[in-house]
């Protein structure tokens, strides 16, 4: 993982976890789901969680038997680690790049691994509005030569998007962007 948190932490883990909590942070997890999911020994994460906790970074919360762990967002470092997140994964140009450029948008959002704060290489976005496909494909192509990473996209229309609610919620997804209200 070569990126710009890998100049400042050197705790590869802690890279990752960061992304995981902070890219979304209404995403929640358990010890061994992380330990699964990063491919290290649950006392790695463990020891990594303790640390994040007691600096208030991520907060913890009993669901039974199991604790379950997610950003602070009360904490006067959230915003930053969050904005930085989002530039490691990319997001900030896709925003930037793609989303702000295509005219009547109305909603757009990132979905799956993306959404969840893992970095898949794959970035899928969900995109609501009327736009010209021919401007997102060449804006699509641009952005993923910048960001060396693949860009797919589901347009909707806001009444495909009124069927399509319930699907989504089934799917882990994050709202990144919404058009300013006239």
Not at 2 to 31: D, W
């Amino acid at each position: 993982m070569n990126n710009i948190l890998s100049g400042i932490i050197t705790s590869k883990l802690k890279i990752k976890m960061i992304i995981r909590f902070f890219m979304n942070p209404e995403s929640r997890a358990y010890l061994r789901e992380l330990s699964s999911e990063f491919d290290v020994s649950s006392n790695a994460v463990r020891t990594e969680l303790n640390q994040f906790t007691e600096s208030g970074l991520i907060k913890s919360e009993k669901d039974g038997r199991k604790v379950l762990y997610k950003a602070n967002k009360s904490h006067p470092l959230f915003p930053e680690l969050s904005s930085m997140t989002k530039k490691v994964m990319g997001i900030d140009k896709v925003i930037e790049s793609i989303i702000t450029r295509l005219g009547k948008l109305e909603l757009a959002y990132l979905l799956d691994d993306y959404a969840v704060g893992r970095d898949g290489g794959i970035i899928d976005l969900l995109l609501i509005g009327n736009i010209d496909n021919f401007h997102l494909h060449d804006l699509t192509k641009k952005t993923e030569r910048y960001l060396n990473r693949k860009i797919r996209h589901l347009v909707l229309e806001r009444n495909e998007f009124e069927k399509f609610k319930n699907k989504l919620e089934e799917r882990p997804h994050l709202l990144i962007w919404q058009a300013p209200e006239n």
